[in-house]
């Protein structure tokens, strides 16, 4: 019986079970379309939601007076608060970098090679990315659920009724602290764990110390530098405008949730898109870096 | 015949399913008192943030000196507003804010005034409301009463022309209840402002109002003076005050 065939015969039985079973064929397409077109819709308006709240949030910071303070605050929250984890895991990716790049590389003579490997693999790619995956966790979740509360305990509503945009005052400086800390945490990362290599692949295992930090500054080009901070730039955007929407929007929810279930749901769906998009973004800048 | 400060022509507010507002006639005159009374759950606070433009109306009209509230212009809209506080039953402060920066918020945001003209203006609310020398103090590490204050502070601090209250003594022991009236009656009386005030004081809090609205299943059942209300004539009113709620059940039967 042909693949033809089958899909015919299927089609059929189908179509008997409709009819024998009541249900018109208006009904059932109908049905389909709604099931189909309800989240897709619902989707569709959560995107124009999330566009016109960046916007809005873009279009606030330069307006007079400038909130320094309020930039300061969260260049502290973001920045300052998140240079410890930073620190911690790009010596621990570097480390391990280091030994499976050698372990890799010495099967083909080529261990000199591991300080290119290793900095070129944090610059371009795993500085950017991991940098921002680790803000999400530590200073998005907490943005999210910030925001939620504010929202879920009428702080928000009480900025409406003072005649304070809330979107300047909880939106704008978060975006203008998140596109300082997020090129200057990467930068951090990058050279930590390019020490990180060092350690793991010269101390440890033995590779040349001059060999490693040359193989490093000669593979290295100013190229590779701004396209980590490109993707750094876009990624700061990307996460400080995610967990703000998701915890300003906190009492939209698709489950009608509202109260602390609603600020859980907020912080989860901060964390997982945030970091969804992240590696989106990523694949996209990379492909026109390239 | 003056006309009123804030009218509610017919307004209807539907919340999925539930309709919470249906048909709701009300008129407010500039620099009165007016108590909302009504059930939990009836939709008074529904009511307040039409006020404010926090809820827009499904059908009807609210009107502000006449003019529609959806129909102002936004300059129009932003000098009514600026005119106007809300104090929220939950008292909405900012946790990450002192005591003194949430009262001084509305002016640091939203004024050009100097910092020591704030403080001052600041400092004379606080004392006004008996709160001194908890500047800064973060809302958390204040009992509820004072937390009330604060919020009510910060709802004066603008010496807005109307200010809407929504269960302003919630939570409150009775002296501090009647400290927050007496404060509501006398700020009142120096600055003229028009105050709704929705609450479940009763019947402490008819001393303060000179209209009494009851709103029961949607619409203002009830629009009446203290002395109106008291005199029992109104037979759901009255079911209401005395907190009979098999007799009040009956009465709108």
Redesign the interface.
């Known amino acids: 019986m042909s693949l033809v065939s089958i899909q015919y015969s299927c089609f059929f039985y189908f179509l008997f079970f409709v009819i024998d079973s009541g249900i018109s064929l208006k009904i059932m397409i109908s049905r389909l379309i709604e099931t189909i077109g309800n989240p897709f819709s619902s989707y569709i308006e959560s995107l124009g939601r999330l566009i016109r709240f960046f916007l809005a949030g873009i279009r606030q910071i330069p307006v007079l007076p400038f909130q320094w303070n309020k930039i300061l605050d969260q260049i502290g929250f973001i920045g300052a608060k998140s240079l410890f984890v930073i620190l911690l895991t790009s010596m621990f990716t570097g480390m391990v970098l280091g030994l499976q790049g050698y372990y890799s590389l010495v099967t083909f003579g080529s261990e000199a090679a591991l300080g290119s490997a290793v900095a070129l693999s944090l610059i371009r790619e795993l500085g950017p990315v991991l940098t921002a995956i680790m803000i999400t966790a530590r200073a998005g979740s907490a943005m999210a659920a ?1 925001i939620g ?2 929202r879920m ?3 928000i ?2 900025l ?5 945009n809330p979107v300047r ?1 909880i939106f704008s400086p978060r975006i203008v602290a998140a596109l300082i800390c997020f090129p200057l945490l990467t930068a951090f990362f990058d050279v930590v764990g390019i020490f990180g290599g060092f350690l793991s692949g010269s101390l440890l295992m033995g590779i040349n110390e001059t060999v490693y930090m040359d193989k490093v500054i000669q593979s290295v080009k100013m190229i590779d530098i701004w396209g980590g901070f490109i993707k750094s730039f876009v990624f700061a955007l990307v996460v400080a405008t995610i967990c703000s929407y998701r915890g300003y929007f906190a009492h939209m929810n698709n489950q009608g949730q509202t109260g602390a279930k609603g600020v859980s749901l907020a912080t989860t769906s901060a964390v997982v898109q945030s970091c969804i998009w992240i590696l989106i973004f990523d694949y996209v800048i990379t492909s026109f870096l390239v | 015949m003056t006309q009123p400060f804030i009218e509610f022509k017919n307004v209807y507010k539907r919340f999925g399913s539930l309709e919470v507002l249906k048909g709701v006639n009300l008129s407010i005159d500039k620099g009165t008192v007016t108590v909302v009374i009504g059930k939990s759950g009836s939709g008074k606070s529904v009511l307040l943030k039409h006020i404010v433009g926090l809820i827009q109306e499904d059908e009807g009209d609210v009107l502000i000196q006449g003019k529609s509230l959806n129909r102002l212009s936004s300059k129009q809209a932003r000098q009514f507003k600026k005119n106007m506080s809300y104090m929220f039953q939950d008292n909405a402060l900012f946790d990450f804010l002192t005591a003194f920066e949430n009262i001084a918020l509305p002016l640091t945001e939203t004024t050009r005034m100097t910092a020591a003209q704030i403080r001052k203006k600041v400092h004379d609310r606080m004392a006004r409301l008996s709160i001194e020398g908890i500047d800064d103090k973060y809302p958390s590490e204040l009992s509820g009463g004072m937390r009330k204050r604060v919020a009510m502070a910060r709802a004066l601090v603008t010496d807005p022309e109307l200010i809407l209250f929504d269960e302003p003594t919630t939570g409150l022991d009775p002296i501090r209840k009647n400290d927050v009236h007496h404060l509501i009656r006398e700020f009142q009386k120096q600055f003229g402002f028009t105050a709704v005030i929705v609450s479940h004081d009763i019947p402490d809090i008819f001393d303060l109002a000179q209209q009494i609205a009851l709103l029961d299943e949607g619409k203002i059942v009830f629009k009446g003076t203290r002395e109106e209300i008291m005199a029992c004539e109104h037979e759901t009113a009255c079911a209401f005050i005395r907190g009979r709620e098999v007799l009040y059940d009956r009465s709108k039967a």
């Open positions: 910030e509360v504010m305990s009428e702080q509503d009480a409406v009724t003072m005649q304070i005052f």
